[in-house]
């Protein structure tokens, strides 16, 4: 059986190696005649003619081993270690150049501008690597750019969907509030996991509120993302091939078998009187209980809490009970409903809607059953058997029998060592655009560490320096590992899991918008892309911003479908994304060839308007557009070009133009695509 | 801002006949075009199509999503004389034996070209997950990411025409596309109908200003692309070419719906608004070889006052569906072109205590026409109160392995995931034969 499998798998592959071969060859046959064109050299290259970079590597007298690789800490020795044993050399050391725009993309999400890269370059001091990366871990930018990975990761929504939570901004608020403060990555992942209350007192409740009352997401992305482990498959079935059995799923479900998401009453009636849409005939009907709103808020919190945990002590009246759906709050509801005319009653159903907090509480009592087969609803309700808590990473914790089970699951989690291994692991492929276990959540027995005593090394150095995501960030980056040019050598061209050349890594749908802006020197966001209400608010809500500059990260998410950032691949934020999608497509191409958001950048650029109006030689034009959008000095032969080209101009609108042009090519050019 | 375009009928023709396809326009844009070295033959030749495939039975599809799950009993399903029955009255169809509510009486008309299923039933009663199963086939899991058919269909038939995209996605804002194919076999997505050429149009500069944009791009991008030669710079590479052979296509004339005066009539037999638009726009593109088209109508998610609402969509729907049959039929397009209408589930034969019905996927309907499908047929049926498929039950994959079977493609194929899992084109599900003519 095993064998027929094989021979099927080899047969499909087979078959679509043909299958690419059939459309490669019709394609070079209807467009041979565009294969002059560089867009195109690249298709063609594989058998192109000298490379001119493993000729130059080759004639070096170290070309026999590894070459270039100061020890700079640790990690070059595990990563040394493994290049020696399989007799591949690195590449050498990336050029300043090359370093800084890889390490703001990186650390900041964004190129660094024209001032910051000529400061970098002018600067003589030896350690100036080092320096910089202690800049950028503690700027501004850090938070906004890791938030985007931790919003892929825990499916953060700004949308207003008050079904789903995530309270229009709040969850990105709180992520790039723990990121900039460089919260410690334990205490992080505890203030998620024991959040209480609504989104107005502790916005980490949204990592609940994200999914309503269901917390078989929560369970996914707990073992996902805290573990490494794919434990999905186990909620129906024992998992197929790997360990765990469906009782191990069900375990970790038990554990929030007392937690309870629902409506915060007084919060939502303190929205609903703020809201314009709502009928005066229905203000005045509600202002009763406006007013019993206001009370409670003003009563200690922690005491309306445990009222609404024992089971609705307080609960009982008005439109509270409504929202809670009990009984007498219920009655009070239709009452209300039953004075208006059914237009205004469906109205004001959409405004409490629309208004709605939810909360997160934990009851003191209540015990998790195994859903049972079978669709029908009363069957759901009855459920099975009771399930007691377990913690399928070390079935020898027990939970304790007092105590909230939240708290409990918590302290497994930040004790467990692949807890450590996992996170590091993660910041490992960020930088190093792969996992020293790949995928980056799929840690199981067969899909062993590359470098085994590097991950144990990181993971060492995480717990032993508090959980500290910086430090471990400052050690890789910090390595020649990850100072390695991109460029490969004749010799290392195919290595992929070694580290011997950079990985290039394509830019992600928000470091491109971002580092468009950087790069044309505007102001203000990018033309056609959503603003608003939440947008607004989420960026009220951060401060303090650099003035005027609407970044990626201050907008709302998932972007709509057919947006600059869509197009680019940002996620709909539905499943958790571990990985970015960083494949290419014709909508890429043809927003960057025509979309309104490049050529009005373009258009409008400081940077386009200052060097028009200036008196610089064509060749300083041309070093000031390449330090600006590609973060280096142009070469001699593309300064000449480039001079050239602006030599040819007639009047001063023509050498506007050419500069425009300059600078939408070097947007469009493949280099400004990739992190190198 | 962008250059003004030619209108009318000094656009070329539609067919493709070599000379007399040549408007003013396009030898303009053949001249454009020999800056990158394609000359007029090979633009005649882009054009030509591939010819019909002896397995198929069928060349395109068109989807019509009509999102949030409609009420099944209050469409394809009435249910006359039923105490949930609702309050639109049944009105005989052109197919004998099949009736249709009040408000789609251009769909009645059409009704003999076209076939229903009743009898469909699945599990999945929340949208996203329900609209992933039935774009996809599978139920969503946190780990794969699986292709929509659109995608798969694209992949196994291949382009027709290889000047524009395979697969074009109009409206909407959930599209499900190419998952772990990549995006090479992901919709092109069109999200307003009325700037459906937004990105083809140059940005407000004539073609001598992008032919030297172009130039200057090649010269930027020479040291880079010499020196890395990822397969992933590769790529980028050629997006690039196709999107520029795209911009100066001539079949890209199917996305100018607004510059073809030809189409006025059309338009406003469909219906003047979006998703009649849409509905133009998709019957053209399948006229130039597109393979798979999605066209998006929204708002049947009706939890409240749903008899209005539904009345209210149908009157965009019959219309744009109705003539879409005909028109197709007309030109001789309906024999080798599906039109499968479904949403994501059906909707409780319960009337709630808001005058709507809620999610429902045990039991609902999906509309199907052409590319093989038998003419004026019913498959399967319900129960006398829509609560459950009565016979001939019908799953989302059997939906998919009929589709499948009538394009000629063997769904029990696998594909290969990046992570090595291979996953089958059609998961589980048996062609419906009945359905085929």
Redesign the interface.
Same mark, same amino acid.
């Given at each position: 059986m095993p064998c027929r499998?094989l021979l099927?798998?080899k047969r499909?592959?087979a078959d #679509?190696t043909k299958?690419t071969e059939i %459309?490669i060859r #019709?394609?070079l046959r209807?467009?041979a005649?565009?294969?002059?064109?560089?867009?195109?050299? /690249?298709?063609l +290259?594989?058998v192109?003619s000298i490379?001119?970079?493993s000729l130059r590597a080759a004639a070096e007298p170290a070309a026999t081993g590894v070459r270039n690789f100061p020890i700079k800490n640790p990690i070059d020795k595990f990563i040394l270690q493994r290049l020696q044993e399989d007799k591949i050399e690195t590449s050498g050391l990336c050029s300043d150049e090359e370093f800084l725009r890889r390490a703001y993309l990186d650390v900041c999400g964004v190129i660094p501008s024209r001032a910051q890269t000529k400061e970098f370059l002018a600067d003589r001091s030896s350690d100036k690597r080092a320096k910089l990366i202690d800049k950028l871990l503690k700027s501004e930018r850090y938070a906004d750019h890791w938030a985007v990975l931790w919003g892929d990761l825990l499916r953060e929504h700004t949308n207003s969907r008050p079904q789903e939570g995530t309270e229009r901004g709040s969850y990105r608020e709180w992520l790039q509030s723990a990121l900039r403060r460089n919260l410690p990555y334990d205490q992080f992942v505890k203030e998620l996991l024991t959040s209480t209350g609504s989104s107005d007192d502790n916005a980490a409740v949204n990592f609940f509120l994200r999914d309503s009352e269901s917390r078989v997401e929560t369970v &996914?992305t707990i073992a996902?993302i805290f573990m490494g482990t794919?434990l999905?498959?186990a909620q129906c079935h024992d998992h197929p091939f790997d360990k765990w059995q469906q009782t191990d799923f069900h375990g970790m479900m038990a554990f929030f078998g007392r937690t309870v998401v629902g409506p915060d009453p007084v919060a939502t009636l303190l929205r609903v009187e703020q809201a314009k849409r709502l009928p005066e005939e229905a203000r005045k009907l509600l202002e009763p209980h406006f007013k019993e709103a206001h009370e409670m808020a003003a009563k200690e919190k922690e005491k309306l809490k445990s009222e609404l945990a024992s089971g609705g002590g307080g609960m009982g009246m008005g439109m509270m009970g409504a929202m809670a759906g009990m009984g007498k709050g219920r009655d009070a509801m239709r009452e209300i409903e039953k004075s208006l005319t059914p237009q205004m009653a469906?109205q004001v159903r959409q405004v409490f809607q629309q208004n709605q907090v939810r909360q997160v509480l934990d009851k003191p009592l209540g015990e998790y059953k195994m859903p049972s087969e079978g669709?029908s609803q009363d069957k759901k309700k009855k459920g099975g058997d009771i399930v007691q808590p377990t913690f399928p990473w070390d079935l020898s914790k027990k939970v304790p029998a007092t105590g909230s089970r939240r708290v409990a699951l918590a302290e497994f989690l930040v004790t467990n060592r692949q807890f450590a291994q996992v996170q590091v692991n993660r910041l490992w492929a960020q930088l190093m655009g792969r996992g020293i276990v790949d995928?980056v959540?799929d840690f199981r027995a067969k899909n062993p560490p590359t470098h085994p005593e590097l991950l144990d090394y990181l993971a060492d150095e995480f717990v032993k320096n508090k959980f500290d995501n910086h430090h471990i960030l400052r050690l890789i980056l910090n390595s020649s590992a990850y100072q390695r040019s #991109?460029?490969p050598t004749m010799n290392n061209r195919s290595d992929t899991t070694n580290y011997s050349h950079q990985k290039?890594r394509?830019l992600t749908a928000e470091q491109m918008f971002d580092s468009i802006l950087v790069a044309t020197g505007r102001e203000k966001g990018l033309a056609g892309t959503p603003t608003g209400d939440i947008a607004g608010r989420i960026k009220e809500r951060v401060a303090p911003r650099d003035a005027g500059v609407q970044w990626a990260s201050d907008l709302p998410t998932p972007a709509?479908?057919?947006t600059f950032l869509n197009t680019f &691949?940002q996620p709909?934020r539905?499943?958790?994304i571990v990985k970015r999608?960083? #494949?290419? +497509? *014709?909508?890429?191409?043809?927003?960057m060839?025509?979309?309104?958001a490049i050529?009005n950048a373009v258009k409008n650029s400081p940077l386009v308007k200052e060097l028009a109006d200036s008196k610089l030689h064509p060749n300083q034009i041309a070093c000031e557009l390449y330090l600006s959008v590609l973060s280096r000095n142009p +070469?001699n032969t593309?300064m000449s070009? /480039?001079a050239t *080209?602006l030599n040819r101009a007639a009047d001063a609108k023509e050498k506007r133009? *050419?500069i425009e042009?300059?600078m939408? /090519? %070097?947007l469009?050019?493949?280099?400004f695509?990739?992190v190198? | 801002m962008s250059k003004p375009m030619p209108t009318g009928t000094s656009r070329g023709t539609i067919d493709c006949d070599g000379k007399s396809g040549l408007s003013r326009r396009n030898l303009f844009k053949a001249g454009a075009f020999s800056f990158l070295g394609l000359s007029v033959a090979d633009l005649m030749r882009a054009t030509v199509l591939a010819g019909p495939n002896d397995v198929a039975r069928c060349d395109s599809v068109i989807l019509v999503w009509l999102s949030g799950g409609p009420s099944h009993i209050d469409t394809w399903d009435p249910k006359p004389g039923q105490p949930t029955g609702g309050p639109f009255k049944p009105i005989d169809t052109s197919a004998t034996g099949i009736q249709l509510p009040e408000h789609m009486p251009t769909i009645a008309r059409n009704m003999k070209h076209c076939a229903l299923i009743r009898s469909m039933t699945s599990k999945e009663g929340s949208h996203e997950r329900a609209t992933y199963e039935m774009h996809t086939g599978f139920k969503p899991l946190g780990s794969i990411s699986h292709p929509s058919m659109g995608s798969l269909i694209v992949q196994q038939k291949g382009k027709r025409n290889e000047e524009i995209p395979a697969y074009v996605a109009i409206g909407g804002n959930q599209a499900v596309g190419a998952g772990f194919l990549g995006s090479q076999f992901a919709p092109y997505y069109i999200g307003d109908i009325n700037n459906a050429t937004r990105n083809l149009d140059l940005p407000g500069i004539d073609d001598e200003r992008f032919k030297r944009r172009v130039d200057i791009l090649k010269a930027v991008d020479k040291e880079f692309s010499s020196q890395n030669r990822d397969p992933e710079v590769k790529e980028y590479g050629t997006f690039y070419r196709d999107a520029v052979k795209l911009m100066y296509a001539r079949s890209r004339e199917a996305f100018d719906i607004n510059r073809d005066d030809r189409e006025l009539p059309y338009i406003k037999n469909y219906g003047d608004n979006s998703f009649g638009r849409s509905m133009v726009m998709a019957r053209r593109l399948v006229e130039k070889g597109v393979r798979f088209v999605e066209v998006n109508l929204g708002g049947w998610d009706t939890h409240q006052n749903a008899f209005t609402a539904i009345e209210n969509n149908l009157q965009r729907l019959d219309p744009a569906l109705g003539n879409l049959i005909e028109d197709l039929h007309a030109r001789g397009l309906l024999k080798r072109t599906m039109v499968i209408c479904t949403g994501e589930f059906g909707r409780t034969p319960k009337i709630n205590a808001q005058d709507g019905r809620d999610h429902y996927p045990k039991c609902f309907s999906t509309f199907i026409a052409g590319g093989g499908i038998k003419e004026g047929y019913v498959h399967g049926c319900s129960d006398a109160g829509g609560t459950e498929p009565k016979d001939n039950p019908v799953t989302i994959g059997d939906l998919h392995a009929t589709m499948c079977e009538a394009l000629g493609i063997d769904g029990t194929k696998e594909n290969m995931t990046p992570q090595g899992r291979p996953i089958r084109i059609v998961d589980k599900g048996t062609p419906v034969k009945a359905l085929l003519a």
């Open positions: 499998t099927k798998q499909t592959l #679509s299958g %459309m #019709s394609q209807l467009f005649p565009l294969l002059g064109l560089v867009l195109l050299a /690249a298709a +290259s594989v192109a490379d001119y970079s &996914n996902n794919r999905s498959c469906q669709d995928p959540d #991109s460029v290039l394509r709509r479908t057919g &691949n709909t539905e499943e958790t999608d960083d #494949s290419g +497509s *014709i909508p890429q191409a043809l927003e060839l025509n979309g309104q050529n +070469s593309e070009t /480039a *080209i133009e *050419i042009d300059l939408w /090519a %070097m469009n050019a493949r280099e695509a990739f190198k | -």
